[in-house]
């Protein structure tokens, strides 16, 4: 495993943690700058609406500089703004704090997922993905408990400082061990040769969008995330509404779905290495079925266990091929990769929304697993009809090109 690819993995799991130890640090935020719980909510939506933003506007931006140097000012972001975070003196700074780490989030991995496939040879450019996405499924596994534990005993402020320790070793590692032109030229002597050459240029970027294929992913990626995200964000009033666990036992229960995304990432970009498509396909099919049969079965405690793993497993299986095959089609645009960032956050939204409207209207705690089944399944319809296009005389030219 190329030592660059290690390093671009930490920043991935310093970016994860950011992101989900806030929820085990609220109260204790909003306890100390005497806020609601509402307006310390902010800090997770602020967050993610940042995210969105983030992707397609640093992306855009540094469309002509080389990417290590974009990784490089993306982290020293990350750490910029968890530390002001953990050095924040008032909740507008500590909202501060959070914008500017979220910021470099979309766009790490985005750009990141570029430079990580040109590390190793074309017939293990998913992986490689896999491997850099394997930071952010691990803390989303270590993320909650991390914040909970150590704000516990130490304090919310030391959860900060912790990630922003990361922040900086992430940083040194890329310095360090990427290429000074990873991600910038292919040619017959380096690993990722037969890989689509970078665009500079923020209008050939956007040419890029002119691909069907590449509207078509980006729909899928949005609809897939929507659909496990719309069961996901409820799933707690699930466990302990219908499936009869203690509040208590929630926390293991993510642990257990937490686990699911390390393995399914793992073995998804295994298997799009192979057959990305289908690959993708079945993926999103497993994804449909365990959401469905878990809405059936979210009363009996053994079936919820297993049936979390998996929906952990068909969610994240997917994410590697996804990505890789809308920079393949966007012939290595990486606005385009943060794109698909930003259509996942989207679908998130969405999910949540309509996770909740079901709620609202009477439907029950199993709801939004039915719901969620429903969102995908739609997905899998937009990645069969994608897969069938891709393989007409007319795509195969496009994608060559």
């Known amino acids: ?42 800090l997770i939506s602020g967050y993610a609406l940042s995210v969105a933003i983030g992707a397609i506007a640093l992306t855009a931006a540094t469309a002509r500089l080389p990417r290590k140097t974009v ?23 500590m909202l501060l704090g959070r914008i500017v780490a979220a910021l470099c989030h979309g766009s790490f991995f985005g750009i990141g997922s570029l430079v990580a496939r040109s590390l190793v040879v074309p017939e293990k450019k998913s992986r490689a993905v896999a491997v850099m996405f394997a930071g952010l499924t691990v803390a989303n596994v270590l993320g909650v408990p991390f914040g909970a534990l150590v704000g516990e005993r130490w304090g919310w402020r030391a959860a900060f400082w912790a990630v922003t320790t990361i922040g900086v070793l992430a940083l040194a ?14 040619s017959p002597t380096t690993p990722g040769h037969s890989d689509p050459a970078p665009l500079s240029g923020l209008r050939d970027q956007l040419r890029a969008f002119r691909s069907w294929q590449v509207w078509l992913t980006l729909t899928a990626t949005a609809l897939s995330y929507g659909g496990m995200f719309g069961a996901f964000s409820y799933i707690a009033y699930t466990f302990t509404e219908v499936g009869g666990f203690s509040p208590g036992d929630v926390a293991w229960l993510l642990m257990v779905y937490g686990v699911g995304l390390v393995v399914g990432n793992l073995v998804g970009g295994r298997a799009a290495d192979r057959d ?34 998996l929906m952990g497993v068909f969610g994240f299986a997917g994410v590697p091929g996804m990505i890789t095959r809308v920079t393949d089609y966007a012939h290595g645009a990486a606005l385009a990769a943060s794109a698909n960032v930003s259509a996942s956050n989207i679908g998130n939204a969405l999910g949540a929304w309509l996770g909740g409207l079901a709620i609202t209207a009477g439907l029950g ?31 195969r030219t496009e994608h060559r090109m």
């Open 1 to 42: 495993m190329p030592s660059g690819l290690v390093a671009l993995a930490l920043g991935g799991f310093g970016i994860g943690l950011t992101e989900f130890l806030i929820a085990g640090l609220l109260p204790q935020v909003a306890s100390s700058f005497a806020v609601s719980e509402a307006a310390a909510g902010w």
């Open 173 to 186: 590692g890329i310095v360090a061990f990427l290429p000074g032109r990873a991600g910038e030229v292919r």
């Open 276 to 309: 990305r498509d289908r690959a993708l396909v079945l993926a999103l099919i497993g994804l449909t079925v365990t959401l469905a049969v878990f809405g059936l079965l979210a009363g009996n405690a053994t079936a919820s266990v297993v049936l979390v793993f």
């Open 365 to 395: 705690y199993r709801a939004p697993l039915f719901v969620g089944a429903g969102i995908v399944l739609t997905s899998v319809v937009v990645m069969v009809v994608a897969a069938r296009q891709a393989r007409s005389p007319a795509q």
């Open 71 to 93: 990784l490089v000012g993306l982290v020293a972001l990350f750490v910029i703004g968890n530390l002001l975070s953990a050095l924040a003196p008032s909740y507008p700074v």
